[in-house]
């Protein structure tokens, strides 16, 4: 039955009204014209491009278990994603400084777009190729499109406060309605029109393809670092920034292991939920998830008129970790049923959607949070660069966990740590890299 999924829906709407209304919606700081033509291109564009990115999210996972993969299979697939983004993406961050913001964007859904196209394949080389592509891509929307914005929105004369207010209307439009709708949708299309698990995809296309040529026709280039002659440079240039400032850092690596819990969230959330290969909907799950985002976005809003981030973010980061121990003390005695396959979702997943609905509101605050703090501390003209610097340990921890996957495993991957045998190898796990984030907040 589908009625939890709209109850769970219901009363994350509620906080989300609440919290609306408080923060003032309309309430703008900065709303000349000028201002307001500036935020509403920027904000159609990335809510296109960020459309295409969460029309595929329920999907991935489940399109290939469909395929007949096995989760370790899966977890190679994905391995690849975040093994390209860890390699080529670092260094597709400093081409966007070095070649052009607006150019990296339009890259990017020509590079997804194409990553999308695979999935029409059920072969494992396309569909590796296709993960490659799309971790490429992934990289180029977490910093090329913030990169754009910071320096076209000082370029006119636009307030710093007013770069916070499109912040959070990115976060709540782009991160957090754009990914209702697309659970929605989403859903619309597979299990209403039965178009099966691809059509996300491909509808994904559309949307960012329709974002690219708006780019084209509206969007003026800038860049970073002129005064850097190679990408090599660049780096350079970059690495000293980070080492000579200890608050970048430090923001570095909150950024790192926060996002590194999130990504490794993507894929355990169904396999967590639906053990036995319950039939659960991917789609209704994920509209919760974004609610909840959407409702940490208009908290952040909020706290942010009340205290700084730098106050506040440490406290966030523990109730993340607390939210991610729940699917560890359920595994402890794991529900081992193969009745249970294709049949609704279990009491165990109910709990367990109500947990990482907690885990979504804190990733809802960290997203507006984050960049804030990334506008006041990094430097504007290596700010692609640095933040894809920072990428690669985040990618290289989720590869890491990746690698380790199988369902009798589960409880081990939300654990702190793992310690195998004669290897002796530590995994640092989805709620234990949340505390460390708060630690080094510290």
């Known amino acids: 039955m589908d009625v939890f999924y709209y109850i769970v829906f219901t009363a994350l709407c509620v906080p989300v009204a609440a919290l609306a209304w408080i923060q003032g919606v ?31 999210g329920p999907y991935v996972y489940a399109l290939y278990e469909k395929y007949g993969y096995s989760p370790a299979q899966i977890g190679q697939l994905f391995i690849a994603g975040f093994g390209s983004s860890l390699i080529v993406g670092t260094f597709v961050g400093a081409l966007a400084d070095k070649m052009g913001r607006k150019t990296a964007g339009i890259a990017y859904a020509v590079i997804y777009s194409l990553s999308c196209v695979t999935k029409h394949s059920p072969r494992f080389e396309v569909l590796l190729a296709g993960r490659v592509l799309g971790g490429i891509a992934t990289s180029l929307l977490y910093s090329a499109f913030e990169s754009w914005l910071v320096a076209e929105h ?32 989403g859903d619309f299309l597979v299990e209403r029109l039965q178009l099966g698990r691809v059509a996300p995809f491909d509808a994904a296309i559309v949307f960012m393809v329709i974002g690219a040529a708006v780019m084209v026709a509206t969007w003026g280039e800038n860049y970073g670092d002129k005064g850097s002659r190679n990408i090599g440079e660049q780096f350079t240039r970059a690495w000293d920034a980070i080492i000579s400032d200890p608050a970048i850092a430090l923001l570095g690596g909150m950024q790192s292991l926060f996002e590194a819990s999130m990504y490794s969230f993507v894929f355990l959330w169904t396999l967590a939920m639906s053990p036995n290969k319950e039939g659960i909907k991917h789609g209704l799950i994920f509209v919760n998830f974004m609610t909840a985002c959407m409702a940490g976005s208009f908290l952040a809003g909020v706290l942010m008129k009340r205290s700084k981030p730098e106050k506040f973010m440490k406290g966030v980061y523990f109730v993340a970790a607390a939210a991610m121990t729940v699917p560890m003390i359920l595994a402890i005695n794991p529900v081992k049923d193969p009745s249970l396959k294709g049949q609704p979702i279990t009491l165990h997943g109910k709990i367990q959607l109500l947990a990482f609905c907690v885990f979504e509101v804190c990733v809802g605050i960290f997203w507006p949070s984050m960049m804030s703090m990334r506008a006041a501390y990094v430097p504007e003209e290596l700010r692609a660069t640095i933040i894809n610097i920072f990428r690669i340990p985040l990618n290289a921890f989720v590869c890491i966990v990746l690698g380790n996957v199988s369902a009798g495993r589960q409880l081990l991957l939300f654990l702190a740590e793992e310690w195998r045998n004669e290897r002796s190898s530590v995994i640092a796990a989805t709620s234990s890299n949340a505390v460390l984030a708060a630690i080094v907040f510290c």
């Open 26 to 56: 309309g309430n703008l700081v900065e709303d000349t014209p000028a201002s307001r033509a500036f935020r509403n291109n920027y904000l159609l564009v990335y809510c296109l491009q960020m459309l295409g990115d969460w029309l595929q």
């Open 154 to 185: 000082f370029k006119h004369g636009f307030s710093e406060q007013a770069l916070g207010q499109t912040f959070s209307w990115a976060v709540f439009l782009g991160n957090g309605l754009m990914a209702v709708f697309a659970g929605f949708f």
